[in-house]
């Protein structure tokens, strides 16, 4: 079992900055993931960040403007999603994912939200102009 939490969030204008953290803690997650989810639209994966060498992949639309790290502490794991420039359309609700798996992922499914147990509660975040 993993547990999930995230903060941060919040408001900002448009062309600013914002941090996401989310903590994973339990059995050691190998993959962790950002989605974010409007009204109406699919969950869409953002970044993630998954195997021993902490391989990250991002969604075409967030390089350049994301960047995903993580920290490991024995079983805690902190993740953070740093988000640079940010637009209107990044207004969602953005989700933290974890999974005890994702040592021999292919990059592209690394965003497949079906590769993930375990999901937070999610945080929101709205860019206003």
């Known amino acids: 079992q993993v547990q999930v939490a995230e903060s941060g969030g919040g408001s900002v204008q448009v062309g600013g900055s914002l941090n996401l953290s989310c903590t994973t803690f339990g059995d050691i997650a190998n993959g962790v993931a950002w989605f974010r989810q409007t009204p109406g639209q699919e969950r869409e994966g953002i970044a993630a960040?998954?195997?021993?060498?902490?391989?990250?992949?991002?969604a075409d639309f967030v390089k350049g403007r994301f960047t995903i790290s993580r920290q490991k502490v024995e079983s805690e794991s902190v993740l953070t999603l740093q988000m640079g420039s940010l637009k209107s359309d990044d207004t969602a609700m953005y989700y933290c994912?974890?999974?005890?798996?994702?040592?021999?992922?292919?990059?592209?499914?690394?965003?497949?939200?079906?590769?993930?147990?375990?999901w937070g509660q999610g945080t929101q975040v709205t860019v206003s102009s």
């Open positions: 994912a974890a999974s005890l798996y994702g040592g021999f992922w292919p990059p592209s499914s690394s965003l497949d939200g079906d590769k993930y147990d375990y």
């Open positions: 960040i998954y195997g021993a060498r902490d391989f990250k992949y991002y």
